[in-house]
Antibody, heavy 120, light 107 residues
Framework: QVQFVQSGAEVKKPGASVKVSCKASGYTFTNHAIHWVRQAPGQSLEWMGWINPDNGETKYSQKFQGKVTISRDTPASTAYMELSSLRSEDAANYYC?????????????WGQGTLVTVSS | DIVLTQSPGTLSLSPGERATLSCRASQSVRTNYLAWFQQKPGQTPRLLIYDASRRASDIPDRFSGSGSGTDFTLTISRLEPEDFAVYYCQQYGTSWTFGQGTKVEIK
């Protein structure tokens, strides 16, 4: 079964960077894009960007352009999301996710989330 | 980026009542690639509807989706106690975008 396991919670100071990992299993890693979504406490879901694990192509939301870098390690079936110049507003749960069609329908799979706290 | 606007922000209803949630896109959603998710506190979003009107695997038939182009609707025909949650629409025709959510709360 498709599964994503994300790295553990992080506490960072303002101005620092954070890098979150997302290890995929249960499917061919290079077959489907991996997206990153964040959710601040009590707020809605925000799409940040995606990566094509096959060729490394990335696309970012305009809001996060220059702020986020998404990368991957194909042999390790792992995607990464790095967020720079952290501010208090970046405190949130960060999720990796993928979605695709198969012969039964359309499915979306989520990691368990990584809580990032920004505090001096 | 496509902007999705959901209404209302909060819906106060009783179990057994019908819920109608709206999602409007700032431009036409390519091939009606529009999904609806349900999220409860402490949980990841659960896919309910995809391609605007197709129910996802194991979703009860009281959930239905409709619409095309820029206007979409999620209907819950008769609310069950477990349906009180936050609902998000998402377009996946051009990257991804999420609406701001509609909270369905017990009246």
């Amino acid at each position: 079964q498709v599964q994503f396991v994300q790295s553990g919670a992080e506490v960072k100071k303002p101005g620092a960077s954070v890098k979150v990992s997302c290890k995929a299993s249960g499917y061919t890693f290079t077959n489907h894009a991996i997206h990153w979504v964040r959710q601040a406490p009590g707020q809605s879901l925000e799409w940040m960007g995606w990566i094509n694990p096959d060729n490394g192509e990335t696309k970012y939301s305009q809001k996060f352009q220059g702020k986020v870098t998404i990368s991957r390690d194909t042999p390790a079936s792992t995607a990464y999301m790095e967020l720079s110049s952290l501010r208090s507003e970046d405190a949130a749960n960060y999720y990796c996710a993928t979605s695709f069609y198969d012969n039964r329908g359309y499915y979306t799979y989520w990691g368990q989330g990584t809580l990032v706290t920004v505090s001096s | 980026d496509i902007v999705l606007t959901q209404s209302p922000g909060t819906l106060s209803l009783s179990p057994g009542e019908r819920a109608t949630l709206s999602c409007r896109a700032s431009q036409s959603v390519r091939t009606n690639y529009l999904a609806w998710f349900q999220q409860k506190p402490g949980q990841t979003p659960r896919l309910l509807i995809y391609d605007a009107s197709r129910r996802a695997s194991d979703i009860p038939d009281r959930f239905s989706g409709s619409g095309s182009g820029t206007d979409f609707t999620l209907t819950i025909s008769r609310l069950e106690p477990e349906d009180f949650a936050v609902y998000y629409c998402q377009q996946y025709g051009t990257s991804w975008t999420f609406g701001q959510g509609t909270k369905v709360e017990i009246k």
